[in-house]
C-alpha cells in the first residue's frame, strides 16, 4: 500500500477520490433511468451503494488515511457478506420449517398435506422411487414453471433440470446421505427461460408407497443479491487500487470511463428530461433529436405549457406531481405531433427527490402501428366470420336461387374484404371458356355478367386455377400466373392485384371466384386468402342448390308444355339435346329451314352452334342465358337454309329439367321474320341516315322540335356568352398553298376546335370561311356560360400552339368574347341552320376583329362573371364601330389555387 509522504500529496488524492465519487453518482444516475423502480433486491442494492457512497464521502470529510478507506472498504464488505448470510440461512431455516410442516401435516393426513403444500411458498414435488416421476405437484410449482399443475403429474422431474448432470448429482447425494439439503441447481420453464432454486430430497412413505419429497425454494432473486454484492465487491477493490495508483494512472482510467460513459449515453434511444414540481426543464438529454418535440435550447429552462400544448401540457404536469406526492413511479403512453407525423411514446417518470423527477420516454410509435393493424385484422376477420355465417343461412342459397345467391356473395365481399370487384365465373362444358355469370363493382353499385374468357388466349391462367388451391397475384401485371389480362383487362380496368379461388366440387375445377383490387398492388393476407376459400365453397353450394332446383321443376312442367306446343303451335317447334343437336324437329321446322323432312333436318344439322347459326357461338350464348333464366322469348337471330342462305327468325326457348333439377334438353318454336326484317333494316337505315344529316346542321334539341311540327323556330336567352376566333393572316396564307392543301388545314383546325366545343358541352354556330363561332347557354341555358366559353377560350389558344409545331407553320388566333342576351332558332324553309341574332353577337364580333394575334378580348359584361377565378388585365378604352369606346379587358388563364 503506498502512503502518502505529505499533507498536500494526501488532498491531492482526497481530490481524486472525490472526482472518482463524482462519475460513480453519475452513471448510477443514468443507470436508474433505464431499470424499474419498486423491485426489493434492486432497492436492497440500490441503498447498499448510496451507504457505500455516504461512508466514502464521511471518510474524506475526516481526512482518514489510504489505510483508513481500505479498512472501512473491508468492513462494508464484511457487512454485505453477513447480510448475505442472513438471507441464505433466513430461506433456508423457512425452507426447513416448511418440510417438517409438510412431514408432520403428511403423518396426520394426506388431504392436510395437500392444503399445507397449496399454501406454502416452497414448490413441492412427491415423486415415485425409483421411477423418478411426479405423482403429485403443488400449485407453486406449477406457478415457476408457468405450467398447469395437473399437467405435471406422470412426467419425469428430471426433465425439468437445464443442466441433466444434475439429476445424476442429486441422486448420488441422496444414496450416500440419505437426503439433500439446499443443493442449488438450475431449473428450466416450460417457456425455456430458467431460475435458480434450492432443492432438498427426503424420502417419505406416501400412500403406502416409497415416495421422494422434492422441495424447491425460489433463490433467483438471491442470486441476483450474491451476483449484485460480488460486483460490488470487485468494485470496491478496484477502487481500493486505483487508489493506490499514481495520479496518471487514475487520470487515464477517468477517461476511460467519461468515453464509456458517453457510449452508453450514446447507445440509449430514450428521451430523458428532469423537470421539478412547476413542469420547469432541467436537464434533456436525448441521442436522437427526431425523437424531440422542440430542440433541447428550447426546452431547457422553459416550463412544460412552454413546451408542448396547453391540453398535453395540464396533462403531463399533473403525472410528474403525482409521481412527487406519492414519491413513486407513474407510466403513462402519449402521441405527439413531430416533424408532421404522428409519434408515439411509453414514458416513466419517477422522483430523483421531493421536488424533481426524471422523465424517460421510449418511443413505441412501430408497436403502436402493429397494435392497431392487429384490432384491424381482428376487426375484419369478425366481419368475415359474420358474412360467412349469414350467407350460410341465405335463404337464396339453400332454396336454389342462383343468381340472387351469386349476387349476394359478391356484393357482401367485396365490402369484407375491402376490394372494388368481386365476379364469379364457370367453365362451360368443354372446359375451354370461363363466363363471368356475375361481376359486382362496389363504387357504381352494379351487377353485370357475360365476359368470357377463351383457355388458349389465356393458357398460362388456365393452367395455374388446374394447378393451385389460390391465386393470390399481389401485382397482377408481373405476376407470371395473372399478366396475360394485362393489354385487355388489367390496364383498361385499372386493376393493380387479384386473389382467384378454384371452385371445385367434389374436386372437379368448375370455375373461379376472382377479387380485384383498384389502383395499387396488395399482399392478401393468408386469412384472406383463407376466407376466400370458404367463400369458393359456399359457391360450390349454390351450384349444387341450383341444379338441385331445377331437377325439381323438370318433368313435371315437360310433358304439359311439350304437348301443347307440339298441338297448337303453327311455326317451327323443336327439342334440341344438351350435345347441340335436334332431338325432335315438326315439318313447318324443316320448312323453315329449307329441308324435305324433319328427318332430313335431324341428320343433317349435327352441331347447332357450329352449322346453323350465322354469328359463331350464338347457341351457346342462348343456352347459358336460358341457364340463368329457363327461358328466352322472342329471340332474333340469323340462321343459314339448306342452300346457305341465311334468313332472320324469332325463337322462345326453355329449359327442360328432372325432378332434381338436373337439366335435361332444350325445346322451343321458331318464326321466319326474314321479310320483316328487311324492311325494319331499310326503314332503319333511312331513319339514321336523316337523323345523321339534320344533327349536322342544328343542335339535337332543335332538331327534336323540328321534327314534332314547327318550322320557324326562334328562341329568346336571357344571358349567353359568345366567342369569334378568326386565323391570324389567313389570306396570305391562302396565297401559299393550294385550295385543297387549305381546305385540309381548315377541316384539321376546325375539327380540333369541333372537339373543344364538346368537350366544354358547347354549341358551335358556324363557320365563316377563316372565322370560327360557338356559343355557350344555347340551346341549353347554363348558368357557368361564360366560364365554360372562356375555359374554351384558353384550349383553342394552346392547340393553335400545338398546331403550329404540327403543321410547322406559325399559326395564331384572334379570339373575341362578349355575354348578353341573344335570340337563336331557325328560319326559312330550305336549307335550315340554327343561328343567333343581337347586339351580344356583333359586339362579340367586333372583340375578335379589334382585338390582337395570339390574345382573347373579353367585354366588361364577360369580364365581370370572370373575374376573381381568371387572370385578366384591362386594355382600357378603345373605339368600336356602332358602340363608341368600350372598355375591354384581355383574359390570360385561370387563377391558380
Known amino acids: 500500500m503506498v502512503e502518502p509522504h505529505s499533507s498536500s500529496e494526501l488532498e491531492r488524492l482526497r481530490q481524486e477520490v472525490a472526482q472518482l465519487q463524482q462519475a460513480i453518482a ?23 451503494n448510496q451507504k457505500l457512497s455516504q461512508e466514502i464521502t464521511e471518510r474524506q470529510r475526516a481526512q482518514a488515511t489510504l489505510q483508513s478507506i481500505l479498512e472501512t472498504v473491508t468492513r462494508d464488505k464484511s457487512d454485505l457478506e453477513l447480510m448475505l448470510q442472513t438471507i441464505t440461512e433466513h430461506g433456508d431455516a423457512l425452507e426447513y420449517e416448511l418440510y417438517n410442516r409438510a412431514v408432520e401435516s403428511m403423518r396426520q393426513s394426506e388431504d392436510q398435506f395437500r392444503a399445507i403444500a397449496e399454501a406454502t411458498p416452497v414448490a413441492i414435488i412427491l415423486g415415485r422411487l425409483p421411477e423418478g416421476t411426479i405423482k403429485y405437484a403443488n400449485t407453486m410449482l406449477a406457478e415457476l414453471l408457468d405450467l398447469e399443475a395437473q399437467s405435471l403429474v406422470n412426467c419425469p422431474f428430471q426433465s425439468f433440470y437445464h443442466d441433466p448432470d444434475d439429476a445424476e448429482r442429486l441422486m448420488h447425494q441422496f444414496n450416500q446421505n440419505g437426503f439433500v439439503r439446499n443443493h ?45 454484492l460480488r460486483e460490488s465487491e470487485a468494485q470496491l477493490r478496484e477502487q481500493a487500487e486505483y487508489l493506490e495508483q499514481c495520479v496518471e494512472e487514475r487520470t ?108 424517460v420516454a421510449r418511443d413505441i410509435t412501430e408497436r403502436t402501428q402493429a397494435e392497431a393493424a392487429l384490432r384491424e385484422s381482428e376487426r375484419q376477420l369478425r366481419q368475415q366470420n359474420t358474412v360467412l355465417l349469414d350467407l350460410a343461412a341465405s335463404r337464396a342459397l339453400n332454396q336454389g336461387d342462383f343468381q340472387t345467391a351469386i349476387q349476394e356473395i359478391t356484393e357482401e365481399c367485396a365490402r369484407a374484404i375491402a376490394v372494388e370487384r368481386v365476379s364469379i365465373w364457370l367453365l362451360d362444358k368443354n372446359h375451354s371458356t370461363l363466363e363471368c355469370v356475375d361481376l359486382f363493382e362496389q363504387t357504381p353499385n352494379r351487377h353485370t355478367q357475360g365476359l368470357q374468357l377463351v383457355a388458349q388466349d389465356y393458357p398460362a391462367y388456365f393452367q395455374a386455377l388446374q394447378d393451385e388451391q389460390s391465386i393470390a397475384a399481389t401485382d397482377a401485371q408481373t405476376d407470371p400466373r395473372t399478366c396475360e389480362f394485362t393489354e385487355n383487362y388489367l390496364k383498361p380496368l385499372n386493376i393493380a392485384a387479384m386473389l382467384d379461388i378454384p371452385v371445385r366440387p367434389g374436386g372437379q375445377l ?18 384472406e386468402q383463407n376466407f376466400a376459400r370458404s367463400i369458393a365453397d359456399l359457391v360450390t353450394l349454390a351450384l349444387e342448390a341450383r341444379e338441385r332446383k331445377r331437377a325439381e321443376l323438370a318433368l313435371q312442367q315437360a310433358e304439359e308444355k311439350y304437348r301443347s306446343i307440339f298441338e297448337n303451335a303453327a311455326e317451327g317447334i323443336f327439342q334440341a339435346s344438351l350435345e347441340k343437336r335436334y332431338i325432335s324437329a315438326n315439318p313447318a321446322l324443316a320448312q323453315i329451314y329449307g329441308y324435305d323432312s324433319p328427318a332430313e333436318l335431324l341428320a343433317a344439322i349435327t352441331d347447332l352452334s357450329g352449322q346453323l347459326y350465322v354469328q359463331p357461338r350464338r347457341w351457346d350464348e342462348l343456352t347459358a342465358y336460358m341457364e340463368r333464366f329457363d327461358a328466352i322469348s322472342a329471340c332474333e337471330s340469323q340462321v343459314y337454309r339448306q342452300d346457305g342462305t341465311p334468313i332472320w327468325i324469332s325463337e322462345n326457348i326453355r329449359v327442360v329439367k328432372d325432378t332434381r333439377g338436373q337439366l335435361l334438353y332444350y325445346e322451343g318454336t321458331v318464326q321466319d321474320i326474314t321479310a320483316r326484317r328487311r324492311a325494319e333494316d331499310e326503314l332503319h337505315r333511312q331513319r339514321r341516315t336523316t337523323e345523321r344529316l339534320l344533327l349536322n346542321i342544328l343542335p339535337q334539341a332543335i332538331a327534336e ?27 396570305e396564307l391562302s396565297s401559299q398553298i393550294t385550295p385543297i392543301e387549305l381546305l385540309e388545314r381548315l377541316n384539321h383546325i376546325f375539327s380540333a376546335f369541333d372537339r373543344l366545343a364538346a368537350q366544354y358541352s ?23 356560360s361564360a366560364e365554360a366559353v372562356a375555359d374554351m377560350a384558353l384550349a383553342m389558344q394552346a392547340e393553335a400552339i400545338a398546331l403550329s409545331r404540327e403543321l410547322q407553320q406559325p399559326f395564331a388566333l384572334r379570339i373575341g368574347m362578349n355575354t348578353g342576351a341573344v335570340v337563336a332558332g331557325v328560319i326559312g324553309t330550305k336549307k335550315f341552320s340554327y343561328d343567333l341574332w343581337g347586339d351580344t353577337v356583333n359586339v362579340a364580333s367586333r372583340m375578335e376583329s379589334q382585338g390582337e394575334p395570339g390574345k382573347i378580348q373579353v367585354t366588361q359584361a364577360t369580364y365581370a362573371r370572370l373575374k376573381g377565378k381568371y387572370r385578366m388585365e384591362a386594355r382600357g378604352a378603345i373605339a368600336i364601330k356602332g358602340k363608341g369606346e368600350m372598355v375591354t379587358y384581355w383574359l390570360l388563364g385561370q387563377e391558380e389555387d
Open 26 to 48: 453519475d452513471l448510477e444516475i443514468t443507470l436508474s433511468t433505464t431499470i424499474e423502480h419498486g423491485d426489493t433486491i434492486e432497492a436492497e442494492l440500490f441503498a447498499a
Open 184 to 228: 442449488e441447481i438450475l431449473i428450466k420453464k416450460a417457456n425455456g427461460s430458467t431460475f435458480w432454486a434450492s432443492a432438498s430430497l427426503n424420502p417419505l412413505i406416501f400412500q403406502g408407497e416409497p415416495t421422494l419429497l422434492i422441495s424447491l425454494f425460489d433463490i433467483s432473486q438471491r442470486k441476483q443479491v450474491e451476483a449484485a
Open 252 to 359: 487515464a482510467q477517468l477517461q476511460t470511463a467519461e468515453a464509456e460513459l458517453r457510449g452508453l449515453f450514446a447507445a440509449m434511444t430514450e428521451v430523458i428530461l428532469v423537470v421539478d414540481r412547476q413542469g420547469q426543464v432541467l436537464k434533456v438529454a436525448s441521442t436522437n433529436p427526431d425523437l424531440l418535440y422542440k430542440p433541447t435550447d428550447e426546452q431547457l429552462g422553459s416550463t412544460l405549457h412552454e413546451v408542448f400544448p396547453t391540453a398535453q401540457a395540464d396533462t403531463f404536469l399533473g403525472h410528474v406531481q403525482r409521481a412527487l406526492n406519492h414519491q413513486e413511479t407513474v407510466k403513462l403512453e402519449y402521441s405527439l405531433h413531430i416533424q408532421n407525423r404522428e409519434m408515439w411514446f411509453s414514458a416513466h417518470i419517477s422522483p430523483l427527490s421531493a421536488e424533481t423527477a426524471i422523465w
Open 510 to 527: 368448375v370455375g373461379v371466384i376472382c377479387f380485384e383490387q383498384i389502383g395499387t398492388p396488395r399482399h392478401w393476407r393468408l386469412e
Open 705 to 731: 322540335r323540328l321534327k314534332q311540327g314547327p318550322k320557324n323556330i326562334a328562341d329568346s336567352f336571357a344571358e349567353v356568352t359568345v366567342l369569334f376566333a378568326d386565323i391570324v393572316n389567313f389570306t
Open 762 to 784: 358547347l354549341e358551335k354556330i358556324k363557320t365563316i370561311g377563316d372565322a370560327y363561332m360557338v356559343v355557350g347557354g344555347v340551346p341549353t341555358p347554363r348558368i357557368d
